[in-house]
């Protein structure tokens, strides 16, 4: 019989020392958030969620009703269980710290409640991101400069896609797991033990539309993978764009790929478009469990000293073979 998510996290956590169950209660709330979550999104124009809500995030990008009412879930589920001393998200300004009422924990959250959100009114997949913390030794009042910690340091990080199936994917430093929400139980069920991403692909994902304002490595990295067997490469690729990082890192996960949302001159300031803290880390900490490989093309994701809740950094995750083939291209360049 297949094993439900928290069963498979208690068992796990039965093999670490001095664990309290702290860390299993709050992914408890973080899967009951999910489930909410799905639940809204699956409903979509049922209950009147789709469309824009009228106001614009710190980014400069107008939210949608939905951003707006998951990020209220994600905060609502999470505050009160004493697990947490503060939060942060893509859809606020400043660090959320847990309200006075309720008890502090001494782990941090960071989150994408609704990621692929220009999605969601054409009905196609989008998801949840998420990243744990942990709140540095002694602080019980903690500031965003207690979240500027590299992404070797989370606990754990997970996604949820709410696609044709509502799945949850974690680690926790130890694998890869996927499970499947069973509507009739409410349960997410491990459906995906140890998911492991294949070192080669033939299978490219990036925003073409972008191409001229590329640097020169990924240019010729594309301009290669366009030309396939013609061209300097022994096989031909095949190209896909879901504009939902989730689905697209799920689809990489599954079978394999590289995706991309290199360093671009399109907007001057921004260093590219996907965001550290709440996208690219806890990504790159799946992607890395899993066998693949995540870069700025320059550095290691994981290793960059954070230095803004909301900063930017060009992401280059998947398949290790092509992703190093990428970042040699940024060595000779
Ligand atoms: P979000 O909806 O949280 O702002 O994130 C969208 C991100 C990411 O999921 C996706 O890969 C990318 O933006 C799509 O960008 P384009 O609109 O340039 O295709
Ligand atoms: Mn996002
Ligand atoms: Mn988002």
Request: proline share 5%.
């Given at each position: 019989m297949n094993k439900n998510l928290i069963q498979f996290i208690i068992e796990e956590e039965r093999h670490i020392p001095g664990a309290t169950?702290?860390?299993?209660?709050?992914?408890?709330?973080?899967?009951?958030?999910?489930?909410?979550?799905?639940?809204?999104?699956?409903k979509g124009a049922l209950i009147g969620?789709?469309?824009?809500?009228?106001?614009e995030n710190i980014q400069g990008e107008t939210q949608k009703k939905l951003d707006v009412i998951t990020n209220d879930i994600f905060i609502a589920e999470n505050e009160w269980g004493g697990h947490l001393a503060a939060m942060a998200?893509?859809?606020?300004?400043?660090?959320?710290?847990?309200?006075?009422?309720?008890?502090?924990?001494?782990?941090?959250l960071t989150f994408d409640p609704l990621?692929?959100?220009?999605?969601?009114?054409?009905?196609?997949?989008?998801?949840?991101?998420?990243?744990?913390?942990r709140c540095p030794e002694g602080v019980t009042n903690p500031t965003a400069a207690d979240f500027m910690q590299p992404g070797t340091k989370q606990v754990c990080a997970g996604y949820a896609l709410y696609g044709p199936s509502t799945m949850l994917v974690i680690t926790t430093g130890n694998g890869v797991n996927g499970f499947t929400l069973d509507n009739d139980i409410g349960e997410f069920m491990l459906t995906h033990p140890k998911m492991m991403i294949p070192a080669d692909t033939q299978e490219f994902a990036i925003n073409m539309s972008n191409r001229r304002y590329w640097e020169e490595p990924v240019q010729r990295y594309v301009e290669e993978c366009v030309k396939g067997k013609d061209g300097g490469r022994e096989k031909n690729f095949n190209m896909r764009w879901?504009?939902?990082?989730v689905a697209e890192v799920h689809r990489i996960l599954t079978r394999g790929g590289i995706f991309m949302y290199p360093f671009d001159t399109k907007e001057p300031g921004k260093a590219g478009k996907l965001r550290l803290m709440y996208e690219a880390n806890p990504m790159s900490f799946i992607v890395e469990q899993a066998g693949g490989m995540c870069s700025t093309g320059r550095e290691r994701i994981m290793e960059l000293q954070p230095n803004g809740l909301h900063?930017?950094?060009?992401?280059?995750?998947?398949?290790?073979?092509e992703v190093e083939r990428v970042v040699g291209y940024h060595k000779g360049a």
């Open positions: 169950g702290d860390f299993t209660d709050l992914l408890g709330d973080i899967t009951i958030a999910c489930k909410k979550i799905a639940h809204a999104v699956n969620v789709l469309g824009s809500a009228g106001s998200s893509e859809e606020m300004d400043e660090i959320y710290p847990i309200p006075a009422k309720y008890p502090k924990g001494k782990y941090l990621d692929g959100s220009s999605n969601i009114d054409v009905n196609i997949s989008v998801g949840t991101i998420f990243s744990i913390l879901v504009a939902s990082m900063q930017r950094v060009p992401v280059i995750l998947g398949s290790k073979n």
